[in-house]
């Protein structure tokens, strides 16, 4: 069974910047990142497929990127510019479709909680 383990969550003061990384076990056609506030439902934040297309959610597009090192089988997620309102903890999933719905993803990590705050 495919593992993936985030790491690179934190507390960072608002502006700052955070590097998230999702490991995974084996290879793996898309990588989402979805993250969970309290209270809220968990949201799509962006994917990447093996072939390199990727995409973002409106609240983060320019501010987050995404990419992929196929040869470790390694996603990261540079979050630039970051606001007290991308406070969640934030998962990686593995699935056979690249999207940002969260039905779609079979494996997910266990999560990295991010934090922005003065």
């Known amino acids: 069974q495919l593992q993936l383990v985030e790491s690179g969550g934190g507390l960072v003061q608002p502006g700052g910047s955070l590097r998230l990384t999702c490991a995974a076990s084996?290879?793996?056609?898309?990588i989402g990142w979805f993250r969970q506030a309290p209270g809220k439902e968990r949201e799509g934040v962006s994917w990447?497929?093996?072939?390199?297309?990727?995409s973002y959610a409106d609240s983060v597009k320019g501010r987050f990127t995404i990419s992929r090192d196929n040869a470790k089988n390694t996603v990261y997620l540079q979050m630039n510019s970051l606001k007290p309102e991308d406070t969640a903890v934030y998962y990686c999933?593995?699935?056979?479709?690249?999207?940002?719905?969260?039905?779609?993803?079979?494996?997910w990590g266990q999560g990295t909680q991010v934090t922005v705050s003065s």
């Open positions: 084996g290879y793996t056609f898309a």
């Open positions: 990447i497929s093996s072939l390199g297309s990727r």
């Open positions: 999933a593995a699935g056979d479709i690249a999207t940002l719905s969260s039905m779609m993803y079979h494996y």
